[in-house]
């Protein structure tokens, strides 16, 4: 069989106007309208509600701290001010002393220390007027009791000793002899048989007894300290040994309760006071029954 020329092919593509046509199978578009518009049949889309907005809660301010209320002024009455207490010393304790005695709350002489028998007195005199049994002499206690006493003399502020001065030992009636009886617990400071000035005095216990007999000052020393007991020894008068007479604070607080370890005690500090500067190195001493 012959095969097709050209122009044959072309006689068969051509519809007279030389044009080649498509098949469409789908619908037509649709034509314009006068106004340019879509025609009505179009669909129109519905638009997509915008979804409201949530409100948000407004951020939480931070609390307000209240006011802090003013301090109110306290009413509890202002303590007095406390003038004496144990460990005070001084004239004005040994005046303190003497008034006490007068009123028969202080059972002894003044020594011008305020230790816990003067704390313990003190304390009865403030009980008995109805105020706090405190032991201390503050600005009221110290009124109160000036108000109720008078004056003390001279011999109630500062008398010779609070024991008898015994008979001094033969050794004490010639030269410079501090003559010490421990029958009387008494030192009478004597120059030549006569006595310039008496104290009473205290001894050492049993187990350290003091030594008894014939001595002489062979050191001073006003504020010692005891290497052996570590304790104070002010205005120590050496004469055997580490024995001495000194002033003792023990002494003046507790009385006769306590004890040394051999020494002499005075607890009267300005009589030992006067009685250091009056001593040399090499007057006697005495010690006796």
């Excluded at 106007?17 to 199978?25: E, L, N, Q, S």
């Excluded at 002494?251 to 309760?257: D, K, L, R, V, W």
């Amino acid at each position: 069989m012959r095969a097709a020329g050209p122009g044959r092919r072309r006689a068969q593509a051509a519809d007279g106007t030389g044009t080649r046509h498509h098949r469409h199978d789908g619908p037509a578009a649709p034509s314009p309208t006068e106004d340019g518009k879509a025609d009505d049949t179009t669909p129109t889309p519905t638009p997509t509600p915008t979804p409201t907005p949530t409100p948000t809660e407004p951020p939480t301010a931070p609390p307000v701290a209240s006011p802090s209320p003013a301090p109110r002024p306290s009413t509890a009455s202002p303590q007095p001010e406390v003038l004496m207490r144990t460990g005070s010393e001084g004239p004005r304790v040994r005046e303190l002393q003497a008034r006490l005695r007068q009123i028969g709350h202080f059972g002894r002489n003044p020594t011008g220390y305020y230790g816990t028998v003067t704390a313990e007195a003190v304390r009865s005199f403030q009980v008995k007027r109805g105020t706090e049994g405190t032991g201390e002499t503050d600005a009221a206690t110290w009124q109160k009791l000036r108000a109720m006493t008078r004056t003390p003399t001279a011999d109630e502020l500062d008398p010779p000793t609070e024991r008898p001065v015994a008979k001094p030992d033969e050794r004490c009636l010639t030269g410079r002899v501090l003559c010490i009886s421990k029958k009387s617990r008494t030192l009478a400071w004597m120059i030549d048989g006569r006595v310039v000035s008496a104290m009473d005095v205290r001894f050492g216990s049993e187990y350290t007894p003091t030594r008894e007999g014939e001595f002489k000052v062979f050191w001073k020393s006003r504020d010692h300290v005891s290497t052996l007991y570590d304790t104070p020894m002010p205005y120590a008068l050496f004469f055997s040994g580490g024995q001495a007479v000194h002033y003792s604070a023990d002494f003046a607080s507790n009385g006769y309760a306590g004890a040394s370890h051999g020494c002499v005690n005075v607890r009267d500090r300005k009589k030992v006071a006067a009685l250091f500067d009056q001593v040399k190195n090499g007057d006697k001493v005495v010690i006796y029954w």
